[in-house]
């Protein structure tokens, strides 16, 4: 059964930076695409980043160029770097796990941004 649990969140005024931690047990982490996800108060949980086994990364459009996913296979853990935080940024994010074509339907509690103005 996969754990994912989040932290790192908390408030930061615009154009500060967070890094934000997932750590992941019960899964073989190293062959395994993750990814992070937000959501915002009102709208639809959203993938902003995933990092795949080989360390290929994706952005949402909404983040490149100021977020950077990174992970560490010996620690299990997946990261978030997050720099020039702007308002729309605020959000509960959440790391997720591939199996196969399909995200896993198991989600850790997730970790607050907020990020003011």
């Known amino acids: 059964q996969v754990q994912l649990v989040e932290s790192g969140g908390g408030l930061v005024p615009a154009g500060g930076s967070l890094r934000l931690s997932c750590a992941a047990s019960?899964?073989?982490?190293?062959?395994?695409?993750m990814g992070w996800y937000r959501q915002a108060p009102g709208k639809q949980r959203e993938l902003v980043a995933i990092?795949?086994?080989?360390?290929?990364?994706g952005y949402a459009d909404s983040v490149k160029g100021r977020f950077t996913i990174l992970r560490d296979n010996a620690k299990t853990t997946v990261y978030l770097q997050m720099n020039s935080l702007r308002p729309e940024d605020t959000a509960v994010y959440y790391c997720?796990?591939?199996?196969?074509?399909?995200?896993?339907?198991?989600w850790g509690q997730g970790t607050q941004v907020t990020v003011s103005s």
């Open positions: 997720n796990v591939r199996n196969g074509t399909r995200w896993s339907e198991s």
């Open positions: 019960g899964i073989i982490f190293s062959s395994r695409t």
């Open positions: 990092v795949t086994s080989d360390h290929s990364t």
